[in-house]
Structure formats: structure tokens, C-alpha cells
């Protein structure tokens, strides 16, 4: 069933309420960039060796405009008495904005650390999930995460590590114009269809927000989300997963394949420096987007259309292919066969990141 039969909307209907959201989303973006260039004036900058890959001075503060315009979307709806009574995505947002403050504060003042970021991490999404149980991941009928969200302590130590997790994949794989605003536009997008009425407004609410920002980063290509906005990103789709998840009879593999390559590529740049010797929390310039981007741009010798192809090429690969089996209904929502679908994205990363990996490539720290 289609988001407009959900909702109850006539063609028209449909039709209108998305020219009020362009409309908006077009008046909030200009909103946004003002705000964006007054806060450069107080910080934000972000140097070309920061993020790893732009050969240009960015600013760290665009996660700014995911912010103002779901402020406004979300505003109207309420002046509008549109929102849901029962107010499942305001305790999303909530976790997302607190996420957002703690990385706009590194944005504007430098970094906390990462062992203090993490605690802070955590100790947001512990507070969250006592005042929200139902943010509390049930199982999900895999044997490991069934068993170890099997009584309420575990559940709440297995989601509050997830949900901080996820923040930090996202904002880790934000290196290329367009990949994490792509990725999560492309992963709401498939969300929705399986998204309860009560947090659904939310969900369109940061997808238009995402295409906005997309159009900025890829314009221009010196727009970031930065750490505040990665935050906000991660936190509300981490917690948009396990409340759908917890709340509709659909795959969890469906619901990982949608957001595969952050939490992987995080988990394998984990891996592979543990057992290289080093540290596993060391940040280094091997993620695939870096290799990509180097590959691509020996071939295009261009650094903007490199990183734009870079991002977008990923999060079209990674998060595109199940939204496409999604559109196409090739697989059911609650089909245990997303497994196979994962496999596959597993294959593919580690393939590419074989081919892009040359045997000069060092490892120097770089911010991530």
C-alpha cells in the first residue's frame, strides 16, 4: 500500500501537499545557507586535510540545514494539527537533536575526544530508552541479537551501543559529497513504506531535509554535514530501525540492507586495523569512499566530480539496489531472503575495496 493510500489522500491531495513541501523545503534551504555562512564567522571551518578527500575549504556546519528545515516542515504540521497524537517520532527527534547539539559543538569548538564523545554517546541514548522503553530493540528473530536483548538490562546495554554506533558509522562515512545525505534519503525513502503512521511524518520530514542538503553539497561541494549533522542522521535512523522493527512484521536484514554501508564500513576499517596491529579506533584515509576517490580521480583528474561520483556512486550501489528490489517487489518486506541481499552487499565492498586498494596506500591519520 502506497504512503498516499496510508494517509487517506486524493491524487490532488497528494499532489499539493508536495508542492507545499518543495516550496518549503526551497525557502528553508535559502534560510539555512544564511544561517550556515553567519555561523562561519564564529567556526565550522573545515580544512582540506580534515575530512580526507575535498581539495577545499568546507564548512563543517551544513548538518544546520538538516536542522532548520525539519524545524519548519515539523512546525507547520503541528500549526496544522497534522502530527500524530502519540508522539513516538518527537522521542526520535528528541535523541537526534541531542546527538546533533554534541557534535555542533565539536563542529564550532573542536573535538571532545573519543573516548568522552562515546561516553556522552551513550549516556544520551541510556537516558533516552529509560524514559522511552519502546525505543527498547525486541528481538528480531536473530538467534545473537535475540539473545542478547533476551532480558531488560541487555536490551537496553545492546541498543544504547547500536544507536551510538550507528552515529558514529555515519559520521565516519561522511567524506564525499552527497554519500550520507544519499544514503539516508535513499534508506527513508524504503523506511516509509513500512514506517507506523506515528512516526512517519518525522520520516518524510528529514527525507526532504536530506534531498535540500543533497542539492547544496553536491552544488557547491563545500558543504559538509559535519559531525553535528552525521549525529543527527545516524541517531534518527538508528532509532526509526529499531522502532520500526519493534513495531511492523518486516525483515531485519531488509532493514540493514537499507543503511549497509556506514556500520560496515566502520566495522571492516575496525577489523582490518586491529589485525594490521594497530589501533582499531585509529582513523586512517582507507575507507573505500577514500580509495574510490582516488581511483576516480587519477581517471577524471577533476577533485569535484571525483568526490561527487565518489558519494553518490556509493550510496546509489549500496542503499539504491535494495530500494529498487523494494520498488520492484522483488522481495517481500518480511522475507527472510534480505539475508542473501546483505551477503551480496558484503561481497561487493570487500571486492571493491580489493580493486581500489593499491599496495603504496599508506595509512596516515585523518579525521573522520
Known amino acids: 500500500m502506497s504512503v498516499r493510500d496510508r494517509l487517506g489522500m486524493t491524487p490532488t491531495q497528494a499532489t499539493c501537499a508536495w ?18 555562512m553567519y555561523l562561519l564567522s564564529f567556526g565550522g571551518k573545515d580544512s582540506v586535510d580534515k575530512h580526507g578527500i575535498s581539495q577545499v575549504e568546507a564548512s563543517r556546519i551544513g548538518g544546520v540545514a538538516i536542522v532548520t528545515y525539519m524545524a519548519l516542515h515539523l512546525g507547520y504540521q503541528y500549526h496544522s494539527n497534522e502530527l500524530p497524537q502519540i508522539p513516538n517520532g518527537l522521542y526520535l527527534m528528541a535523541i537526534a537533536l541531542s546527538y546533533f547539539a554534541l557534535g555542533f559543538f565539536e563542529d564550532m569548538q573542536g573535538s571532545l575526544g573519543a573516548r568522552l564523545r562515546f ?11 529509560l524514559l522511552t522503553p519502546e525505543l527498547i530493540l525486541a528481538p528480531v528473530g536473530i538467534l545473537v541479537v535475540d539473545w542478547l536483548v533476551a532480558t531488560p538490562t541487555t536490551a537496553v546495554i545492546f541498543t544504547t ?3 551510538a554506533f550507528l552515529a558514529n558509522a555515519f559520521n565516519t562515512a561522511d567524506g564525499a559529497n552527497g554519500l ?3 544514503i539516508t534519503l535513499l534508506a527513508l525513502a524504503g523506511l516509509i513504506e513500512a514506517a507506523p503512521l506515528t512516526i512517519l511524518p518525522y520520516l518524510s520530514a528529514c527525507m ?7 542539492v547544496f553539497n553536491i552544488i557547491s561541494g563545500r558543504f559538509f554535514l559535519g559531525d553535528g549533522g552525521a549525529y543527527l542522521l545516524g541517531a534518527f535512523c538508528g532509532t526509526s530501525l529499531i522502532t520500526i522493527a519493534n513495531q511492523s512484521e518486516v ?7 537499507l543503511i549497509f554501508y556506514p556500520p560496515a564500513d566502520l566495522l571492516f576499517s575496525m577489523m582490518r586495523r586491529w589485525l594490521s596491529g594497530g589501533s ?6 582507507l575507507h ?3 580509495l574510490m576517490y582516488a581511483q576516480i580521480n587519477r581517471k577524471l583528474r577533476s577533485a569535484y566530480w571525483s568526490n561527487t561520483v565518489t558519494g553518490v556512486g556509493i550510496a546509489l550501489c549500496f542503499s539504491g539496489v535494495p530500494l529498487v528490489l523494494q520498488t520492484l517487489d522483488v522481495l517481500p518486506l518480511n522475507s527472510d531472503q534480505w539475508l542473501w541481499v546483505v551477503v551480496g552487499q558484503w561481497a561487493a565492498y570487500g571486492l571493491a575495496w580489493r580493486l581500489t586498494r593499491r599496495p603504496t596506500d599508506a595509512m596516515p591519520a585523518a579525521s573522520s
Do not use: K, P
Request: net charge neutral.
Open 280 to 285: 582499531a579506533v585509529r582513523a586512517d584515509n
Open 251 to 257: 525483515s531485519t536484514w531488509w532493514l540493514l540492507s
Open 119 to 129: 561516553f556522552l554517546m551513550l549516556a544520551i541514548a541510556v537516558v533516552a530508552l
Open 161 to 163: 551501543v547500536c544507536i
Open 288 to 290: 573505500l569512499h577514500n
Open 180 to 182: 550520507v545525505s544519499g
Open 208 to 214: 526532504v531535509s536530506c534531498l535540500i542538503f543533497l
Open 19 to 36: 508542492l507545499l513541501v518543495l516550496i518549503i523545503g526551497g525557502l528553508s534551504g535559502l534560510v539555512a545557507l544564511l544561517i550556515c
